[in-house]
């Protein structure tokens, strides 16, 4: 019975060894490089709202621009999906063309706030306002 346990207690201690190795091995593999930058919550959340700022002052200069010129109908809206894709321009260069390292997908650079309902409601108040002072009054 004592064999059986020395023996079941080497073979614990050896499995723990190659454990830790293995674990030691994951580590390593997991090691940033020095030029890898770990985003915080904080920092997230800046990019996040300076993007959204940039997206409606974006929305409003648009709006106001196509009630200017007088557009009508869907190309309203052709032009606000187009001032919504120039506006990654700004943010890209500003990102030095390496989004990951300020946002945690391409989807966040292009995608978040285009369609949400300030930057599209900005857009159709700015559009109607002008629309109306210039062409209508």
Not at 52 to 71: E, H, K, P, Q
Not at 83 to 112: A, F, H, M, R
Request: charge should be positive; glycine fraction near 6%.
């Amino acid at each position: 019975m004592s064999q059986r346990r020395a023996q079941a207690s080497t073979t614990a201690v050896a499995d723990a060894r190659r454990a830790s190795k293995q674990q030691q091995l994951q580590l390593e593999k997991q090691k940033l490089d020095p030029h890898s930058v770990i985003l915080s919550p904080q920092h997230f959340k800046n990019n996040l709202m300076v993007a959204y700022f940039l997206r409606i002052y974006m929305t409003i200069v648009a709006g106001s621009a196509v009630g200017i010129l007088g557009v009508e109908g869907w190309g309203g809206f052709a032009v606000y999906l187009l001032s919504q894709l120039l506006c990654t321009v700004p943010i890209l260069v500003k990102c030095g063309g390496n989004y990951k390292q300020y946002y945690p997908s391409w989807d966040k650079v292009y995608l978040e706030h285009v369609f949400s309902s300030t930057a599209i409601l900005s857009y159709i108040l700015f559009w109607m306002i002008f629309y109306n002072v210039c062409h209508v009054f």
